[in-house]
């Protein structure tokens, strides 16, 4: 089954469809590298190796941060994701 997409006729539109796809590209590959990052953080969420889940834990906060300056995820969102990552850093390290 074939599925046409609609080309708009002005420009600016046009010129907006491009814009958008540079943007929809950009946001997938920031929430890939977050995604990867995060199980990352959750494989080492193991006694022996609390130390690199630190270090990932800060890179994990670094790029949520990010993410939430490039408007890509809501302020909110990081919000919770970090404060889980913080409650499941703390059980490992105590």
């Not at 600016?12 to 929809?24: E, I, P, W, Y």
């Not at 950009?26 to 193991?46: C, D, H, M, P, V």
């Amino acid at each position: 089954m074939l599925v046409s997409t609609a080309m708009p006729n002005i420009h600016s539109a046009v010129k907006r469809v491009r814009a958008d796809k540079k943007l929809r590209l950009r946001n997938l590959e920031f929430k890939s590298g977050l995604k990867t990052l995060t199980k990352q953080f959750l494989a080492a969420l193991k006694p022996d190796q609390a130390n690199e889940a630190k270090e990932l834990y800060q890179s994990l906060v670094k790029r949520l941060d990010q993410g939430v300056t490039k408007s890509i995820l809501h302020k909110n969102t990081a919000s919770r994701k970090k404060s889980r990552f913080a409650l499941r850093l703390a059980k490992v390290q105590s």
